[in-house]
Every structure is written in structure tokens, then in C-alpha cells.
């Protein structure tokens, strides 16, 4: 199990405890009535809507690592990556990650469940999990190598899962930890951006009205951050509703003009990528630290048109070669990527609790209705996230 650390204040969860004796370690727990199989939607190959299937006899998961917990799933959400992976998206690089050693002899990804949100119960815990017991309501997302959680039950890692903020229900609770990770990642641990270096640094959010969009704003409005949202103008009123000090409409016209005529920014978080890789760096202030970071690399595409060694080979000369392009400049280029953190989630979930942070829902889905929940988000022009109520009668 990895160290939380005092910060997260999860060493201390046993201090209460009698002549402050550590928690005596757990034992792999038996479930009330053995399981073999549970209720769960998954995909037998990769394609549209279509692929989506609903079994009842889907695999039980069971604890294969002493650091592992077993999470009743009471609410999921949706991201545009189970778009991605539905449709075979990343395949290459998250199949190497899987079986890195290659020692099965065929694929063996199917079925595949999506779905990387969870917020639900503990089950069951592993032989060294010590933060956790059955019946703490927890929070996580879980890895996209991993068996997602669009499933009556999931495993995942301990460090990996956090408390679920107090405040929240399972089904607002579920809607943020994948989008929350994604931002902090980029934010906090590429940007270098904390509570202690954010106030009045002038920041730049593209596509912000999206899941990880919307967590940036508040997460840079609870630093102390000035921070200019770029998004479609019946966007606006959610994002100053969320803190934003300026919006922009970049359909009210040409984007990069309007945003040349405002004081240069400190740091740039872009959703979009694009062409607006092109212009977005001239933005910053010049040699004063200013850092752009974009979440849309071709990190993936590259490994699936070309395998994985060449894949990996032209990514790092892609990045290399665009980083030391704007070093000469005066700016710092980064690439960003969603990354599982227990110890993330509860600096989240203290922020969420203390009112900093709420979660932006649009809809909310049954667990029958996951194929409408997808259509719903491959729609676009969603205002928040795509829930999924996975124990409601609905």
C-alpha cells in the first residue's frame, strides 16, 4: 500500500483508537453470499452504440493484490474517453499496460466494462489495506486498463480510492473524481500551480465548459487565481456562476483577436487543441515562467497507427521537439494526462467539502438507460456531467 503521507491525513485514521495501537490489519473478507457473477454493461468489440451490451453475468471481481478494495457501486458518470475506448481508441497502449509481459496468448480485453467514476461502498479489502474498512463510503476513478464501473461491483487499487466528500451524494460524488484528477494533473502537478503560488496569476481555460473544464475554473478560483473562461455564449452564465472573472464567446467571433486584446496570462489550460496550439502560446508572458498545458496529445493515436515502440518514439520527439521550441521563446510547453490518485482525491474532497468545489451535472441516467447516457454525451454541448444512478429503481 502506498504511503498517504500526513498531508492527506490518512496515517491518522487510527489515532483514535485505544493507547494509540495501529489498526490491526485486515484479513481478504468473504461477502455475505458467494458471488460468481453480477449485472454490468460491457462491450464484446469496439464500434458505436451498438456494442453496448447489458449481462447479469459479468465476472465477480475478486482481490488479486493485498492493496485492493472491492467497491459496491452505487453511481458512475461518463467521459468522453468511454467514447473513445468504445470505439477502440487507445486500444494498443492500454492492451501493452494490461498484459505488459505479454504472457497471455490472445487478447483477452472482452468483455470490456467502461466507465471510470465510481462513488459507492466498500466491500471487501485486501490483506494490507489499513485506511479502508467494509462499509466506508468511498470515491475514485479508476484506471482505463483497469474494468470500469458501469458494473454492480468494481475493484481498485487502495491508493486509488479516497473518502467521499460528506457533503455529497453518491450520485454528485460520482461526477467528479475523473474530471477532477484529469485538472488537478494538469494544473497542480504539470502546471506547478498550488494554493500557495495561485493568487492573482492571470489564467487562461479553453473548452471550459466542460467536465474538466468546469473543475479548473473552481479549482484556480479557490487559489486565487483571475481566470478568463473560453466557451459558447448559453455557457456563460454557468461559468461566472462557478467564479470565472471573464467569459468569452469564441463563437461571437474571431477567438484569437478577442483574446490578443486582454493582458498577457501567467498559464494556459486548453481542452480544445487543435489550431489552437498555434496561437494560444503567444498568450503568455514571455520569460517569466508562463506555462501552457494541453490535455489533447496524440499520445494514443500515435501507439495505434504505429505500434508501440514506434508510437512511443515519434510521441517523444513530437513533445521533445515542441517544448525546446518554446523554451527559445520563453514559455514552458507541457502535455498533461488523467492520473489515479487516492491522496489527490482527498485534497479534492476537503475542497468540496468546504463549499470550494461543487460538481456540475447536466443529466442523470438509470443504470437501463447507460446507452441513452451515451448518446446524451456523444451529442456534445453538454453543461456539466453524465451520471449514471446504478442502484436506483428508476
Known amino acids: 500500500m502506498l504511503s498517504r503521507g500526513a498531508a492527506s491525513g490518512r496515517a491518522l485514521r487510527g489515532a483514535g483508537r485505544a493507547g494509540g495501537q495501529p489498526p490491526p490489519v485486515r484479513g481478504l473478507r468473504a461477502s455475505p453470499r458467494a458471488r460468481c457473477a453480477m449485472p454490468s454493461w460491457v462491450i464484446d468489440r469496439y464500434g458505436r452504440n451498438d456494442v453496448l451490451r447489458f449481462t447479469r453475468d459479468m465476472v465477480f471481481p475478486t482481490i488479486h493484490f493485498p492493496n485492493e478494495v472491492i467497491i459496491k457501486v452505487h453511481a458512475a458518470s461518463l467521459n468522453p474517453i468511454d467514447l473513445s475506448m468504445r470505439s477502440g481508441y487507445g486500444a494498443t497502449a492500454l492492451n501493452m499496460k494490461r498484459d505488459p509481459l505479454k504472457l497471455k496468448t490472445m487478447e483477452t480485453e472482452f468483455p470490456l466494462t467502461l466507465g471510470r467514476d465510481v462513488s459507492g461502498v466498500v466491500m471487501e479489502c485486501g490483506l494490507s489495506v489499513s485506511y479502508f474498512k467494509p462499509g466506508d463510503e468511498v470515491w475514485a476513478a479508476i484506471p482505463p486498463w483497469k474494468q470500469g464501473t458501469l458494473s454492480e461491483f468494481v475493484v481498485a487499487s487502495g491508493n486509488e480510492v479516497s473518502f467521499k466528500p460528506k457533503c455529497l451524494s453518491h450520485t454528485e460524488a460520482a461526477s467528479l473524481p475523473y474530471v477532477g484528477l484529469t485538472a488537478w494533473s494538469a494544473v497542480n502537478q504539470v502546471g506547478g500551480l498550488n494554493q500557495s503560488n495561485c493568487s492573482g496569476k492571470r489564467v487562461l481555460i479553453l473548452g471550459a465548459s466542460g467536465g474538466v473544464g468546469t473543475f479548473a475554473v473552481q479549482l484556480l478560483k479557490a487559489w486565487g487565481a483571475d481566470v478568463t473562461a473560453v466557451c459558447s455564449h448559453d ?28 493582458p498577457l496570462f501567467d498559464f494556459i489550460l486548453d481542452n480544445v ?37 514506434d508510437g512511443m518514439l515519434q510521441t517523444g520527439v513530437t513533445v521533445g521537439s515542441k517544448t525546446v521550441k518554446h523554451l527559445f521563446k520563453g514559455v514552458h510547453y507541457r502535455w498533461a494526462f488523467f492520473m489515479p490518485s487516492g491522496p489527490s482525491l482527498d485534497e479534492i474532497a476537503e475542497l468540496v467539502d468546504s463549499g470550494k468545489i461543487q460538481p456540475v451535472i447536466d443529466q442523470v441516467f438509470s443504470f437501463s438507460e447507460v446507452p441513452k447516457a451515451f448518446l446524451k454525451l456523444e451529442g456534445g454541448h453538454a453543461r456539466g456531467k453524465t451520471v449514471i444512478d446504478v442502484i436506483g429503481k428508476k
Open 235 to 262: 455557457a456563460s452564465t454557468l461559468m461566472k456562476k462557478l467564479g470565472a472573472d471573464d467569459v468569452i464567446d469564441y463563437r461571437s467571433g474571431n477567438l484569437e483577436e478577442q483574446l490578443k486584446t486582454l
Open 273 to 309: 487543441g487543435g489550431s489552437t496550439e498555434k496561437w494560444a502560446l503567444d498568450l503568455l508572458k514571455k520569460w517569466s515562467g508562463a506555462t501552457y498545458v494541453t490535455l489533447v496529445t496524440p499520445f494514443l493515436i500515435n501507439m495505434d497507427k504505429l505500434g508501440v515502440a
